[in-house]
């Protein structure tokens, strides 16, 4: 079965410009989470879905940042106007009903670079 | 903010040594859980200790849970240059009513053949 997919790997832009980060979930999965990656801060949780429904957004950084799931097998996370400290591995991650708390299978993620 | 801290942040053995790896939390907690990730790759999910239990085998792995002195630990039993990685701990808690996992900042393991 194929894991998490995101896309793309590897994004570099320049400071203003819109950065579209691309997710889809494993096939059954009903929620999704979008995490941010830094040395400085780690891990931490932007936003998650269930159901296609956001439930808590408050990781939020700012209202640059904005993310959809328009169905249960694609969710999108954007950035407008994207900043050099936008910079980081943006992961995707997506668990089995009945399990949020539980094991979390996380895509490749996605490295943002903001020059 | 953070919830769990692991201990140490670096981690430096030599193959067919144990590696110990300790993770400590503020608040009450449903779930701990432990995982790995490579250089470059997303995180794998490795073990998952719930409240009421104070101990969990799987394999190589042993994981232990004291919800007194809120602290977690992960042992790695005779390590290998594959177990090379930095290793996180999530705690999953319910805050005003909503469900979190949040992670820990890293030990990163270092296997040397």
């Known amino acids: 079965d194929a894991g998490v997919i995101q896309s793309p790997r590897h994004e570099v832009t320049e400071m203003g410009q819109e950065v579209t980060l691309r997710c889809k979930p494993i096939s059954g999965h009903n929620s999704l989470f979008w995490y941010r990656q830094t040395m400085m801060r780690g891990l931490e949780l932007l936003i998650y879905?269930?159901?296609?429904?956001?439930?808590?957004d408050s990781g939020m950084p700012e209202d640059r940042f904005s993310a959809k799931m328009p169905n249960a097998s694609f969710s999108t996370l954007k950035i407008q106007p994207s900043e050099p400290r936008d910079s980081a591995v943006y992961f995707c991650a997506s668990t089995p009903p009945g399990t949020r708390q539980e094991t979390q299978y996380f895509g490749p993620g996605t490295r943002l670079l903001v020059l | 903010s953070q919830q769990g801290e692991e201990d140490p942040q670096a981690l430096s053995i030599q193959e067919g040594e144990n590696a110990t790896m300790n993770c400590s939390y503020k608040?009450?907690?449903?779930?701990l859980q432990w995982y790995r990730q490579n250089s470059g790759r997303g995180l794998v999910h490795l073990i998952l200790i719930r409240s009421n239990e104070r101990e969990k085998h799987s394999g190589r792995l042993r994981v232990t849970l004291d919800t007194s002195k809120k602290s977690s630990s992960l042992l790695i039993t005779a390590s290998r240059a594959a177990d090379t990685a930095s290793y996180f701990c999530?705690?999953?808690?319910?805050?005003?009513?909503?469900?979190?996992?949040?992670f820990g900042k890293g030990t990163k393991l270092t296997v040397n053949p």
């Open positions: 879905f269930n159901n296609n429904v956001p439930i808590d």
């Open positions: 999530a705690t999953a808690t319910t805050q005003g009513g909503s469900e979190k996992l949040v």
């Open positions: 608040t009450s907690i449903n779930n």
